[in-house]
Structures are given as C-alpha cells and as structure tokens.
C-alpha cells in the first residue's frame, strides 16, 4: 500500500545550522508530496509541494524537490531559525486513474528543535 | 476567523462513555476529512465527505465510530462506548473543491483522552 517514511526526531540544531529531513515514499498511482509543520499549540499548515517528478516545493527557506528515481523527497533548509522549532510531516496524496478523491497520508513526523 | 475550527478543543472521557467532537469546515468548501492522529504518531485518514455524502469510511477503526454531515457544512464525529485505545487528537480538514485535489486546511483538532 501507499506509505510515507521519514527520519526520527527529535533533530535538534544550533541557529543557523543546515538542516535536512528525509523522506522517502511508496505509492501506485500518481502521487503527489506534502510537507505540513505543526508549531506548538496550533494546527497542521501546510510548508510546500510538489506535484510531479523533478518538481522542487519551497517556502519560507525550506525546499524540497520530488525524486521519482530514489522515491524521495528530502526537507532542506540553509540556514535554521529558532523560530523553525516544530513537527514537520512529510505526506503523499495519490491520483488513481479511476478517479475518487485524495486522502493524505502522512509519515510519522520529525521534530526540530532549534537553539540559539 | 475564516479557518477551520474544531469543538471541544480538550475531552476527557471515561471509559463507556459517549462523545461528540465538532468540526466547522471553512465556508463553501466541499470536501470534508477526519484523520485521527495517536501520540507520536502522523494523521491517519478516517473518513471523507464530498458535501452531505460520507464517500469513504474505510479508515473508521470499529462500529463504534460514526460521522456525519447532515446539511454539508459542519460534521460531527461521534464515538460511542469509547476505549482507552481511542485517545487520540482528531483533525478535521477542508478542502474547496470535490475530492480535495488542492489544499486541506486543517483545524487545530481535538485531543481526546478515555481514562
């Protein structure tokens, strides 16, 4: 079945460290790839996607590009900020051929914690 | 605010009984989605509403678990006889067109604890 893997947490940087999550995912169909972050107390937002292959999402610093050949879909970010201390989810959507609708599916999610 | 809001923000039940959890979805979206997310764990999708139509449940986890969305906006997720395994945070997420081909805005959720 489809299924999203990403690198345990906690990840815990210095500011202005160099930051990567891996992702890495399974899927039929057609999928297309998500990064949410959950900052305390509040609800999933989603960071950036990518919708086909060789695609690169970024957003706020953070980019991630879409890897059909290695099934991946790695968060990077250059230079991390404090403000950046979150849970980031690494999720996939599928298009099948015979239509329906998208559910996410998400991987387990890996938490950052950045000091000063 | 225009976003997703979700009621009870905190539910603590005991064990058996029933309980009731509320989403609002952003004004005139379409799709509707319930993901149940354990301690440490992603979102899992429980179940998918297109308008007042449920057109999914497979992610439902026993016949306890029943949704609703009577008039197409706000749904309810109702669990009944509830266990300690249903601890949880429920997500609610909207999407503005049928099948939530674009983005799902998510509610803040709520966390269900069953002692």
């Known amino acids: 079945g489809d299924s999203v893997t990403q690198m345990e947490g906690p990840v815990t940087l210095s500011e202005e460290a160099f930051l990567t999550i891996n992702c890495t995912y399974t899927?039929?169909?057609?999928?297309?790839l998500f990064w949410y972050v959950q900052y305390p107390g509040e609800g999933l937002q989603l960071l950036l996607k990518?919708?086909?292959?060789?695609d690169k999402g970024s957003n706020k610093g953070f980019e991630a590009t879409y890897r059909k050949e290695t099934t991946s879909f790695h968060l990077e970010k250059g230079s991390v900020q404090v403000s950046d201390s979150a849970v980031y989810f690494c999720?996939?959507?599928?298009?099948?051929?015979?239509?329906?609708?998208?559910?996410?599916?998400f991987g387990a999610g890996t938490r950052l914690a950045v000091h000063p | 605010g225009a976003g997703v809001s979700q009621s009870p923000r905190y539910k603590v039940a005991k064990r058996g009984q029933d309980v009731a959890l509320r989403c609002d979805p952003i004004?005139?979206?379409?799709?509707l989605f319930w993901y149940q997310q354990a301690l440490g764990q992603g979102p899992e999708f429980l179940t998918y509403?297109?308008?007042?139509?449920?057109?999914?449940k497979s992610g439902l986890p026993s016949d306890r678990f029943f949704a609703e969305r009577p008039e197409g906006s706000v749904s309810t997720l109702k669990i009944q006889r509830t266990q300690q395994e249903d601890s949880a945070v429920y997500l609610c997420?909207?999407?503005?067109?049928?099948?939530?081909?674009?983005?799902?805005?998510f509610g803040p959720g709520t966390r269900l604890t069953v002692l």
């Open positions: 899927a039929t169909g057609y999928p297309s």
């Open positions: 004004s005139g979206h379409v799709s």
């Open positions: 997420a909207s999407s503005s067109i049928a099948g939530g081909y674009n983005e799902q805005f």
């Open positions: 999720a996939l959507t599928v298009t099948h051929s015979s239509g329906g609708y998208n559910k996410l599916i």
């Open positions: 990518a919708t086909k292959a060789d």
């Open positions: 509403f297109q308008n007042e139509a449920q057109l999914d």
